[in-house]
Every structure is written in structure tokens, then in C-alpha cells.
């Protein structure tokens, strides 16, 4: 800003003809005018810092701590609300790829493939996807399930290094990672990525 104010100062100096007008006045007006934006530069910078400095003070209540104080994340778990929605549950013991979830899904981010087996009723999920890149965690796709088998869990890390790493295949998941209450785990996630066949049959007791 100041080499803006400089410049200007120098133009209006160019643009002044001595020839025609009197040298003390030519020298004088810019120059009164570039003071003057400076002190106008400076006094709004002070006017503004003065204003966080008064609203800081205003604010600051040392029992409050600050913000770190209270959310040491990650050396410690945050704090979550009581009904709190996180990474999704999923028991491939009970789906029984009806599809409903997938359907209920208001963005399509649920990606279901299933495969008739001989000599059984029904179908075996063979692979259940949630995008986790598109997921808003409205919950809905948890609702109408008639197996009350994937529900919103209180897991909230699943970080990674890939894309990938955000469409998680629960189908390939271990059943105690993929139905645990605390929530995904990164590591099996992107191990689950190895994984070519789901971990279970299906629906126990039927075939
Ligand atoms: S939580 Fe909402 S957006 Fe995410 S998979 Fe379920 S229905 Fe879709
Ligand atoms: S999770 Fe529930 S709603 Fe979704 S396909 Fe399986 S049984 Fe149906």
C-alpha cells in the first residue's frame, strides 16, 4: 500500500506541469495529500487493532481457558455430543442386501453388490460401500433397515493418505472392527482393501 501511496505521490508530482504553475504549490499539494493517506493508512490499522484488542479483553475469562484447553484432539479424544453421528456401524451377519439403505441414501453414496448362492434363499452381500467423500451423515440410510444391522456410530478419525481410503468396503471389514462401538479403524480399513471375498456368508441360520 505504501508503494501504491508513493507511486501516486510521484504521478501527481509528473503530472503537474512546472512550466505553467507555481513551483512552491506543486510541491506543496501532493505532498500534503501523501501525509495525509499515510496517517489515514496508519490510523485505520490502529483503529482495527484496537477493536480486537478491546473485544479480546472483553471477552477473555481465564476460568474459561482456551480453546485447546478444553479440545486436546488428538492427544485426547474430543468431546462428543450425546447423539453424535460418526463413521457407520455395518453386521454383515444380518444384511440381507434388500438394498433399502442404499435407497434411502439422499446423495447415493451407499454402493451394494450381492450375488444369488445355490441352495439358499436370498442373496449374500458381497460388497457394501460408503463413500465417506460424499457422506453427510444425516442417518437416514439407518432408519428403515428392517435388520436393524447398520446404524451411526460415535467414530469420527479415519484419516489417510489416498482417496481411497474414504470408500470403505464393510464387507471386507472384520465383523468386530465393522460393528464395533468405537468405530473404524484406518489400518484395517486400508488392509480391508486387499480383501477380494466377504468376511462372512451372510445372514446366520439361513441357506
Ligand atoms: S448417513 Fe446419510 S448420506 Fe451418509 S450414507 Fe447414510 S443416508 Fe447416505
Ligand atoms: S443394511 Fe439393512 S437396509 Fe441395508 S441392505 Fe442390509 S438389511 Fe437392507
Known amino acids: 500500500m505504501l508503494l501504491s501511496l508513493l507511486s501516486g505521490g510521484c504521478d501527481s508530482l509528473i503530472l503537474e506541469n512546472p512550466a505553467q504553475q507555481d513551483q512552491e504549490k506543486i510541491r ?4 500534503k495529500g501523501w501525509l495525509r493517506n499515510v496517517w489515514n493508512a ?9 477493536v ?6 472483553a471477552s477473555y475469562d481465564p476460568k474459561r481457558r482456551t480453546f485447546t484447553h478444553r479440545y486436546e484432539y488428538p492427544e485426547r479424544p474430543a468431546v462428543l ?6 463413521f457407520h456401524r455395518y453386521d454383515l451377519r444380518l444384511c440381507i442386501a434388500c ?7 439422499p446423495i447415493r453414496c451407499i454402493y451394494m453388490s450381492k450375488r444369488r448362492v445355490e441352495g439358499r434363499k436370498g442373496f449374500q452381500v458381497t460388497a457394501y460401500v460408503i463413500d465417506y467423500t460424499k457422506c453427510m451423515f444425516c442417518g437416514i440410510c439407518t432408519e428403515n433397515c428392517p435388520k436393524d444391522c447398520i446404524k451411526m456410530g ?4 479415519l484419516s489417510g493418505y489416498e482417496r481411497n481410503g ?3 468396503d464393510f464387507a471386507k471389514l472384520p465383523l468386530e472392527i465393522a460393528w464395533a462401538e468405537e468405530g473404524l479403524d484406518g489400518a484395517a480399513v486400508a488392509r480391508s482393501a486387499l480383501v477380494t471375498e466377504p468376511v462372512h456368508p451372510g445372514p ?3 441357506g
Do not use: I, N, Q
Open 52 to 57: 480486537t484488542v478491546r473485544t479480546w479483553m
Open 204 to 206: 446366520e441360520g439361513r
Open 154 to 157: 460415535r467414530s469420527y478419525d
Open 28 to 31: 506543496e499539494v501532493p505532498m
Open 99 to 105: 438394498e433399502r439403505c442404499a435407497r434411502d441414501c
Open 81 to 86: 455430543a450425546e447423539r453424535f453421528r460418526g
Open 166 to 168: 474414504c470408500m470403505v
Open 42 to 50: 496508519v490510523w485505520s490499522v490502529g483503529e482495527a487493532l484496537w
